[in-house]
């Protein structure tokens, strides 16, 4: 059955936070299911965002909400599963406030997970998402 993956056990990093001002911009904002807070990400290209599940996951479905004018343009998927990060795909959000859903070709076991955002819609690199969840299956 498909569900969410993330859990208290989740634990999270991010590349940068703007102005390190972690209270009103933090990691945590990804997860908290308020459309009224946001991580965002201080300037310059090549952001991310770090998951490590408390035991291996099947990954099937990556669900993101942006902020318009501070989406990923060019993305990448990344997995660890034994010591070693690999591609699993690449994927290219709308510039939009929309929630979007990008479901993969075939679902990937891991027990790490790197969202890369290549480049940002933002002249600046600066990266803005209200919401992130990664769906699939536990084992």
């Known amino acids: 059955m498909v ?7 989740t634990e999270s990093r991010v590349s940068s936070v703007l102005n390190r001002d972690t209270k009103q911009f933090g990691k945590k904002f990804l997860f908290d299911n308020n459309e009224e807070t ?18 291996t996951v099947n ?15 060019l993305c990448r998927l990344e997995g660890d599963l034994k010591g070693e990060f690999f591609r699993i795909t690449e994927f290219y959000p709308e510039d939009s406030n929309t929630l979007q859903r990008f479901c ?5 076991n891991v027990n790490k997970l790197k969202i890369i955002f290549e ?13 992130l969840d990664v769906r699939g ?3």
């Open 38 to 55: 946001c991580w965002s990400s201080d300037q310059g290209s090549t952001q991310w965002v770090l998951l490590e599940f408390p035991q």
């Open 59 to 73: 990954v099937s479905e990556l669900l993101i909400q942006f902020q318009g004018g501070f989406a990923g343009r």
């Open 119 to 131: 480049n940002s819609a933002d002249f600046f690199g600066r990266i803005i998402l209200y919401h």
């Open 137 to 139: 299956e536990k084992f």
């Open 104 to 108: 993969l070709k075939e679902p990937v």
């Open 3 to 9: 569900t969410s993956l993330i859990c208290s056990g």
